[in-house]
């Protein structure tokens, strides 16, 4: 399309205006072509036979009967827009469908980024609370407290933001409490936590006052359950 551009001959393959074949039926009778039909013709047929040199076999197959160079710009168009339907309908699967099983934090949120970044690329960008969705739906149950701490938000926060706490989470130290303290490992393991949360969300959201004061809040809330949870199973 650029070489299309550049050599302003897009009056060729977009909306063509083609001259009339014959002005008068006199003319037709006789055989007389319009001069400016002529000349329009001769650059007509030089695109197009430019056109079927650049394709592939399995491109220019799907243009056979094509007599101009519009019927072939516009048979490539729609052929092209279907398949990136196609692949846009496909990528937005793969988005809903892609968890955390098997992956590191990194890699998952690597791949989440990936998906979204391929999305903008075929003209079909995704909105920032349906990356963040993403995002959350392919956590796992053991990151419930943190889905629900992004979730409390009055307005979904940056994908920075989530992906910090994710990564907080993720260096968490279940495996030493979980084996050396089982009875207490539901409030240690609450409290390392939260306070990795609270550290994470002092850095993510220093330049936004209100958000962390919001923030902190719903933290301290969050270790008063765990607290009371502690005491009634002591």
């Known amino acids: 399309e650029p070489v299309i551009k550049s050599h302003k001959l897009q009056r060729f393959v977009v909306n063509p205006s083609i001259p009339q074949r014959y002005l ?3 003319d037709r009778i006789a055989n007389k072509v319009n001069p400016a039909y002529e000349a329009w013709e001769v650059q007509d047929q030089t695109l197009l036979t430019w056109l079927q040199s650049t394709l592939s076999k399995s491109i220019l197959s799907r243009v056979i009967g094509s007599i101009h160079s519009y019927q ?6 729609k052929y092209f827009h279907m398949q990136t339907k196609a692949r846009a309908r496909q990528l937005c699967t793969n988005l809903r469908s892609t968890s955390l099983d098997g992956k590191t934090m990194r890699e998952f949120l690597s791949q989440i980024k990936n998906i979204v970044d391929e999305l903008a690329h075929v003209d079909n960008p995704v909105p920032h609370e349906e990356h963040v969705d993403a995002i959350l739906e392919g956590l796992p149950q053991d990151y419930a407290l943190v889905i629900s ?3 409390s938000k009055f307005e979904t926060p940056p994908v920075s933001e989530v992906e910090a706490l994710l990564f907080a989470h993720e260096l968490e130290p279940t495996d030493f409490v979980n084996t050396h303290l089982p009875p207490l490992s539901i409030t ?7 306070t990795q949360m609270i550290l994470a969300l002092a850095i993510t959201l220093v330049v936004d006052m209100a958000a962390m004061v919001e923030a902190v809040t719903t933290t301290v809330v969050v ?3 765990v607290m009371e949870g502690a005491v009634e199973d002591a």
Do not use: P, Q, R, S
């Not at 072939?72 to 168009?77: A, L, S, T």
């Open 24 to 26: 008068t039926d006199e």
């Open 72 to 77: 072939v710009w516009d048979k490539i168009h």
């Open 149 to 151: 701490i992004i979730e």
């Open 188 to 194: 240690l393991k609450g409290m390392c936590f939260l």
């Open 223 to 225: 270790v008063v359950a």
